[in-house]
């Protein structure tokens, strides 16, 4: 029973809060369902019952304006199929740029668009939408979810922290940099940044409030703690920087480091000639020499 008074507890504090999250207005109910990223409970809604606003309404005429017009006048005469396929992709553009439609509901139109004005065929078309290097894509997501989940490159920062026998700021750069190349080889290098950033910014803040701390308690030595604090400050941006930069350049190394290097995979004739070896076996010695050149530039 207590368990049960429990988990209704948190149920109703959870529906409570549900509730108070959804607008009380039907038009903006509808929104709010259809568009949920783009739903602004202030904005003025005019058109389409209050669904969509000015630009979104705008948007929606001019794309199919602009594929009607395309499909019926032909201005490409030699290849008469260009000419739906243009009208699609710019339908798909003012979609995109007005937020007509959410974000993943435009980029299933052409599936739908590409078989009815017989540019080709629903399996071809479709089939664009689920290759395997969209698999390892989406592999690559799902490891670096698992890589937030369990904190690994913050630990890893950590550890090399722990190992720094002789504490510099150069050295203090060189095991950042070094723990953000070594995960950007084997996981995306945009996700190995966005998880050390915040806590190498933590690191600096705490190196400038313990300066901050020191010039208020010795006020004689002002002028070297305000060397210090420029140091730091420097310290700062070049760290910065290098996560950046060892995420690149680590990214570089392997065809699973970087999104472009995915969709290089993914084209058939470099698929033909090339593999995880052959471009580790090319891309790695550059990888390091950039690394290197890298670390002494900043």
């Not at 052409?110 to 939408?129: G, K």
């Amino acid at each position: 029973m207590a368990r049960d008074a429990a988990g209704g507890t948190v149920m109703d504090d959870l529906t409570a809060e549900w509730k108070r999250a959804l607008p009380e207005r039907d038009h903006l109910l509808k929104h709010a369902a259809s568009m949920p990223s783009a739903y602004e409970e202030g904005g003025q809604r005019p058109c389409c019952d209050g669904m969509w606003k000015m630009k979104q309404a705008i948007g929606f005429g001019l794309g199919l304006l602009v594929l009607v017009v395309l499909a019926w006048v032909q201005p490409i005469p030699e290849f008469p199929l260009a000419n739906p396929m243009l009208g699609i992709t710019l339908l798909c553009g003012f979609f995109w740029t007005c937020e007509v439609l959410p974000i993943y509901a435009t980029a299933m139109l052409p599936a739908v668009l590409m078989p009815l004005f017989m540019i080709t065929s629903s399996a071809n078309a479709t089939r664009a939408y689920w290759r395997p290097v969209q698999i390892l894509v989406v592999g690559t997501y799902l490891v670096n979810i698992a890589l937030m989940q369990v904190n690994l490159p913050k630990r890893m920062a950590l550890r090399l922290l722990l190992s720094i026998r002789v504490f510099s700021l150069g050295r203090l750069l060189f095991y950042f940099m070094l723990g953000s190349w070594t995960l950007s080889i084997f996981v995306n290098n945009v996700a190995v940044t966005l998880l050390l950033s915040p806590f190498a910014m933590g690191l600096v803040s705490v190196m400038q409030d313990k300066v901050a701390r020191d010039e208020e308690s010795d006020e004689s030595e002002a002028e070297s703690v305000d060397n210090l604090d420029a140091e730091v400050q420097n310290f700062g941006r070049a760290l910065m920087l290098g996560i950046a930069f060892a995420a690149n350049i680590g990214g570089l190394a392997t065809l699973t480091g970087c999104i472009p290097n995915e969709v290089l995979m993914g084209v058939p004739m470099i698929q033909e000639v090339l593999n995880y070896r052959r471009w580790m076996g090319l891309a790695m010695p550059v990888s390091i020499v950039a690394f290197v050149v890298a670390f002494g530039v900043l």
